[in-house]
């Protein structure tokens, strides 16, 4: 991408309908939507959205390489972002200079090496939730697997159990859930008109989570063992800027909520959607399990993918352009939203041959494509906890198949369900297990079959 000043604005076709037809189009139902207007015009289009404004959408990936390697002076944040609803301090708020600060003070804590150190802390919180699951009997997993992120991200950011983090436990589901919400409401609507509006609610939540995150903030600093401590809030209390200066609390805690907030409904979400195309696989079920009692990985990791690839939890990714810009043969004016659609990125048949089908084995051995495969975005504003993320889905899956056979079904797939942000399955990601007794027992026999359950 490049600065175009000079030359004249030129966009791909638009729908030409009124804005909040589009916005109710585009909101309740995006995928199909876009998927129809992609037919209609191509890869690239323009829409006219409630709060994103102005929007070139694109999913081709020489555009998709264009847009990620720009440089933060020409594009940054788009129109509206996430941060509006946590604070200033959060990364989502940040740009420009202030944004790659905060970046670089937050390599420490999201280290690939570091990932390690987290993955007894995953097992951990698994085999504490999959305690109590019901035999033989369908149930949601999406709240269970809620549980289990939630768990995992409290106790990376804060390195400690107690009862701080048990009332963090309680705040932060319908927080975020609120929070999600709001996102996406005009700024009309995100105002606090009042206790019991939704800005006035989650203030509300916020001033409980501020004050149990201010807390958790002074025993780090009192503890005798703060030097040595490797939690998230210790590397962001000893981070310093390049003028020397720390992160300052209330920023901290801005950033805080933004890892508890973007860390656990995305990846909880992506687990349910795991289990819901397991449980339509069985063939993969079982040479999953297989490898699983091998010791292996490779398919597992290349299963994860295909899951993130055909049931993205984020459908887009969004920049603001800070100035008139090219962008491959288009010529986008300053102040336009730019949408990676992450959705017609993934289901695109050059990319992806037989794209809709769910076929883990496109990625045994090959490396997803950096700009095809975006689940986590791209460039300056990648997902920062992709690492993590990705790690916590590996542990938390090889467990649950090393604990457990899982009922395989033929009912339908899942539809997906839009909460606010993230992509969720219709039904909550079902499932049907049953224990497994002994050592390798994926071998003896196939799993059950529950077929087309209702329930
Ligand atoms: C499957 C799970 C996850 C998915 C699908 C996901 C997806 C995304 C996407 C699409 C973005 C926007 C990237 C862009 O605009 O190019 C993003 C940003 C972000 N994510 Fe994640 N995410 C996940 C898990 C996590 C976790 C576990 C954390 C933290 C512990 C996290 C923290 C963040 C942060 C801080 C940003 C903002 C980065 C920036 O603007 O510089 N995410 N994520």
């Known amino acids: 991408m490049a600065t175009a000043s000079s030359e004249p604005i ?5 729908l030409r309908l009124p804005r909040i037809v589009q ?11 876009a998927a129809a207007l992609e037919r209609r015009y191509g890869s690239a289009f323009t829409v006219n959205l409630p709060v994103f404004g102005h929007t070139l959408v694109i999913s081709d990936p020489n555009l998709v390489k264009d847009l990620f390697s720009t440089s933060r002076d020409l594009i940054g944040r788009a129109r509206y972002t996430f941060g509006g609803v946590i604070g200033p301090g959060s990364t989502f708020a940040l740009d420009g200079d202030a944004h ?11 280290h690939g090496k570091r990932m390690r150190s987290y993955e007894d802390i995953f097992e951990e919180e698994v085999m504490l939730e999959i305690a109590n699951w019901p035999e033989g009997r369908e149930f949601e997993t999406l709240w269970p697997m ?10 990376a950011v804060f390195g400690a159990e107690g009862p701080a983090l048990d009332e963090l436990r309680g705040l932060l589901p319908p927080a975020v859930t609120l929070g999600s919400r709001i996102a996406l409401l005009p700024s009309v609507v995100r105002r606090d008109v009042g206790p019991w509006s939704p800005r006035g609610r989650f203030l509300r939540y916020r001033r409980r989570i501020d004050a149990v995150i201010d807390s958790l903030i002074a025993d780090a600093r009192a503890d005798p063992a703060f030097e040595e401590r490797s939690d998230m809030l210790a590397l962001l209390l000893q981070a310093r800027y390049e003028n020397g200066e720390s992160i300052s609390d209330r920023h901290i805690s801005d950033e805080l909520l933004t890892f508890l907030t973007a860390g656990h409904e995305t990846t909880a979400s ?3 959607w795991t289990v819901e195309r397991l449980r339509r696989h069985p063939q993969l079920l079982s040479r999953l399990t297989d490898e699983v009692d091998a010791g292996g990985s490779e398919l597992r990791q290349a299963t994860i993918w295909e899951v993130l690839r055909t049931r993205p939890v984020l459908d887009g990714a969004l920049r603001g352009t800070k100035t008139r810009i090219r962008l491959g043969e288009w ?3 300053e102040g336009y939203t730019v949408m990676v659609s992450v959705v017609l990125a993934h289901s695109s048949e050059e990319s992806f041959p037989d794209a809709m089908s769910f076929n883990p084995d496109r990625f045994v051995g090959a490396i997803p494509d950096t700009y095809a495969w975006i689940p986590f975005g791209g460039g300056v504003y990648r997902c920062i906890g992709a690492a993590f993320a990705n790690m916590e889905m590996d542990v938390t899956v090889r467990t649950l198949l090393r604990e457990f056979r899982f009922g395989t079904t033929v009912a339908p797939g899942e539809r997906r369900h839009n909460r606010g942000v993230a992509m969720v399955p219709g039904r909550h990601g079902r ?7 002994g050592p390798a027992s994926s071998n003896a026999g196939s799993p059950p ?4 359950v209702t329930t």
């Open 146 to 155: 809620r549980r289990i992120t939630l768990g995992a991200i409290l106790r």
């Open 449 to 452: 079959v529950v077929d087309h």
């Open 100 to 110: 790659r600060e905060r970046r670089r003070l937050l390599m420490p804590p999201f």
């Open 23 to 33: 916005g109710i189009g585009f909101f309740a139902a995006r995928h199909a939507v």
């Open 331 to 333: 010529v986008v004016p």
């Open 10 to 14: 030129h966009l791909p076709p638009t």
């Open 431 to 437: 499932a049907v297990v049953y224990r497994r007794t």
């Open 270 to 272: 992506a687990l349910a």
